[in-house]
């Protein structure tokens, strides 16, 4: 936990730092989660005893989220911005005794089938944890109530969302039964806090930043401005301080709010932590090709005509080629293989190229990797997702060879090869 003083124990709310804002809220005061639509859904389920998955998609960036259903009671729940924060977040709280770098718990997660991603490998991790003995059934059910009322008030903020249901379960064990009024009525609790203090603007998955540390020096006491400055690095959103400050998050957002108002201090979108399960996969011997010196171009496509179209164009141009037909397989061959740079189809069977590469930009070794999303739809709203999820340029099928090719020439110099490969 932090040691140093806390900045909210001693904020001075003068003239310079005003509380009072222009900004216009929600009429949060006669809103009722539990009487939502989202909300009655979930009782829905539980009334025809539904078993299987209920999935969630946000229409403005793809956002997924994930419930597991048993007769009707929720088995468990994953998916947003920060699923392994969030992971981390209640280990912290409630299963202290498992470390909280997350690149320790790779030895555990050998136990799971890669290809099983899909069935949350954290709730597979819990499961383990308590036939271990590790975490007791009391810790691993106070850890998956406090994920489930993240996620929940998450999906009461969301503005437009999608749903579909899937009568299959992927979760094979069954550790405990959550009863989602609880969740429910703490999304209910947290929203009218935040609207009786007057900050329900504010992202709690975003991260504050020192912007003007000049500025803030001079308007605040040493202890508050040493305290800002260890706390507020950018790599900790407002749900992470608040557990690592052991505090309410109302009180932290709040506590900054003079600080946000007045622009010494603002908001950014940060990643996830390194998802554990798709560590790094080295390369093995038999794929060192004498070649190897140059681009491999990956296709992620359904369409085998598409894959053959796309390999005479880059065996003609000089560039290794790698054909993947299988959406769910993709993931794990490309990990394994590493392409210089990939074309992803938007639609495919069982999967969207959405979340393909959302789960790709989570790998440490696909960060800067170009990824070229395929589509024969070109709106302006595919577009501005396709960016969201860090996709790095967009093509309209039917492919265009001249297109394709410049695509190629401008993302894959020889000296961006050579950096990533490092």
């Excluded at 554990?276 to 004498?290: A, R, T």
């Excluded at 969201?388 to 000296?415: E, N, T």
Aim: hydrophobic share 40%.
């Amino acid at each position: 936990m932090i040691k140093v003083p806390f900045f909210l124990d001693s904020i001075d709310y003068g003239n310079d730092l005003s509380m009072n804002s222009q900004t216009s809220f929600p009429p949060l005061q006669g809103y009722r989660f539990g009487d939502s639509q989202r909300a009655q859904l979930l009782a829905t389920l539980k009334r025809i005893h539904f078993s299987g998955q209920l999935v969630w998609t946000a229409s403005n960036d793809g956002q997924k989220w994930i419930f597991y259903f048993c007769l009707g009671r929720i088995i468990y729940a994953t998916g947003g911005t920060h699923p392994v924060r969030r992971l981390a977040r209640s280990l912290a709280t409630y299963c202290s005794q498992i470390p909280l770098d997350i690149t320790q718990l790779r030895p555990a997660l050998r136990r799971f089938e890669l290809n099983n991603y899909t069935s949350s490998w954290e709730y597979q991790l819990l499961c383990l944890w308590v036939e271990q003995k590790k975490i007791t059934q009391e810790q691993a059910e106070e850890a998956i109530q406090s994920i489930l009322s993240e996620i929940l008030f998450d999906i009461s903020q969301a503005q437009t969302l999608t749903h579909h249901i899937k009568e299959e379960s992927s979760i094979s064990k069954q550790l405990i039964l959550i009863d989602e009024q609880q969740a429910i009525e703490e999304v209910q609790r947290l929203w009218q806090k935040l609207w009786n203090a007057k900050i329900t603007e504010y992202s709690l998955d975003k991260a504050p930043v020192i912007k003007q540390p000049k500025q803030l020096q001079e308007n605040t006491s040493t202890k508050v401005y040493q305290a800002l400055t260890q706390l507020l690095d950018g790599k900790n959103t407002l749900r992470d301080l608040a557990i690592k400050t052991q505090r309410d998050v109302v009180q932290v957002k709040r506590s900054l709010l003079p600080y946000l108002k007045s622009g010494l201090v603002e908001l950014i979108s940060i990643p996830d932590l390194p998802d554990p399960f798709f560590q790094e996969v080295p390369d093995p011997p038999s794929l060192k090709q004498e070649n190897s010196n140059k681009p491999l171009i990956a296709c992620v496509d359904d369409s085998l005509s598409i894959c053959q179209t796309m390999e005479k164009l880059m065996t003609a141009a000089g560039y290794q080629f790698m054909s993947v037909n299988d959406g769910l397989r993709a993931l794990t061959i490309l990990l394994l293989r590493k392409p210089d740079l990939i074309f992803l189809d938007l639609v495919m069977p069982n999967t969207n190229g959405y979340e393909i590469c959302r789960q790709l930009r989570k790998a440490p070794s696909f960060r800067e990797t170009p990824i070229v999303i395929l589509t024969g739809n070109d709106g302006i709203v595919d577009q501005v997702r396709a960016k969201l999820v860090g996709a790095s340029s967009f093509l309209s099928k039917p492919v265009d060879a001249q297109k394709v090719l410049g695509v190629i020439y401008k993302h894959l110099s020889q000296d961006s090869i050579s950096a990533r490969r490092i």
